[in-house]
């Protein structure tokens, strides 16, 4: 098997019970749906957990980037402890560090300010994702 | 001595719009309609073996909210040895209403918030049959 396919795993939390959790959720979906939409795949974190071999095996095989909404950083470590070592961890509070005046709180329905945020953190997976793929980023 | 409380747990799937649908239905629930009887606890965590987490679901009741009937909600309390008492499945709410087709992730259509709220009625019943039962 070869990497050929050019397609990257992106994995996330989706905590419930931050807003964190729904910010890593929202950004995965962008990516997958708005910004890479040919080069990447979300693995079901729930499913993966539930001992999901489909999911599994596509974390071993594939790079994926773990996208976490905080620093217990859940999916990174059960990629690691079911898969292998992801190839990148993009933790959304360390995100939101860069940008203080975006603030989160809504776990359901996200304010606008919330999906600028999700809007920052899934530029930050994008561009993993080129790096990745070792391709030029996308205008 | 903490309050017992009925804790939500959505699968929050990602693939489709059934696990947002069902992520929805909680945040209703713990968030508008019950919030001193019901929270809900992070999935990951809690079957990462976080210890507040495990410590929550083994204490009070927990009710699984799967999108599908791969269950993984359920799954994933019962291998923590939390205390499910009641599993429910965003597809068998669909059955009963065909009417309604939920579309999207990041946000759900007009269809897929009703039948969010479809649920969380159902759920919150639910929780006051467990709450009633535990006095």
Known sequence: MTLATGKVGIICCSGEDLPEGTISRVATRLVLEKLRPDQTVTLCLPLFLAGGEDERSFARVFPTIAVDGCSKKCAEAATRKFSGKPVATIQVSQVMKKYPHLKTKSREKLTPQEMKLARKVAEEIAKKVDEILCKTPRK | MEKLRVIVVPCSGIGKSLGTVGRAATYKVIEQVKPEETRTVCLALLTMGDSDALKLVRKNPCIALDGCPA????????AS?????????????????????????????????????????????????????EK
């Open chain 2, 81 to 133: 040895k939390g205390r499910l008492v009641h599993s429910m499945i965003v597809t068998d709410f669909l059955r009963k209403n065909r009417n309604l087709k939920p579309e999207g992730v990041i946000e759900l259509n007009e269809q897929g918030d009703k039948l969010a709220e479809i649920i969380a009625e159902d759920l919150s019943k639910k929780a006051d049959e467990i709450l009633q039962k």
């Open chain 2, 71 to 78: 269950q993984c909600s359920k799954k994933n309390i019962e």
